[in-house]
């Protein structure tokens, strides 16, 4: 049973095929406009930003945070957890190869909410796959002061339109999800 873990892009424009979906989110992990776009959001000449989910630990050590400073489980990720059409699995996996190419690895990751009647963190998908563009992936920039992120998501554009479209929808469906 293919689960697809969507935080980003898949948010809104979810993999083909969906039978079933659930809100939830991953523990210990950050989203942040870190990883470079070449292939949707900008160009080889002018890189766009996407969104990533990190290790928690991994962007704190790149800003500079203690890990004394804060507690790695309150960091967490919102998004949508979809099943695939069992039929379909195989084609919807090669979708999402070819999508979340340009630095995007496959990871499985756990799938929490909170059930509204107890009141009780819960797994509601116990394996889902989630591409994730790691820091020691190539199209990684890390972290920029937010006046530099901002001009860059405002001008850049690529073969998906312009940038700036994908990042209000970031924020807008983190507030949909509960967070």
């Known amino acids: 049973m293919l689960w697809v873990f969507g935080y980003g892009s898949l948010i809104w424009k979810p993999p083909p095929h969906v039978v079933e979906q659930r809100s939830g989110y991953v523990k210990g992990v950050l989203r942040r406009f870190a990883q470079s776009s070449i292939d949707h959001r900008g160009t080889p000449e002018r890189p766009g930003r996407v969104v990533t989910v990190l290790e928690a630990a991994d962007w704190h050590k790149l800003t500079g945070v203690p890990p004394q400073a804060h507690s790695i489980q309150e960091d967490t990720v919102w998004g949508i957890a979809y099943r695939v059409a069992e039929e379909k699995e195989k084609e919807v996996w090669d979708y999402l190869e070819h999508r979340e190419k340009n630095g995007y690895t496959a990871h499985d990751v756990e799938v929490f909410s909170l059930n509204l009647e107890t009141q009780q963190e819960e797994t ?31 001008t850049c554009e690529g073969p998906s339109g312009p940038n700036p479209v994908s990042s209000p929808w970031v924020h807008c469906h983190d507030h949909d999800l509960g967070h």
């Not at 116990?126 to 920039?141: L, R």
């Open 124 to 154: 509601v998908v116990p394996k889902a796959t989630c591409w994730i563009g790691t820091t020691s992936n190539p199209a990684f920039v890390g972290y920029e002061p937010m006046d530099q992120l901002a001009e860059r998501i405002a």
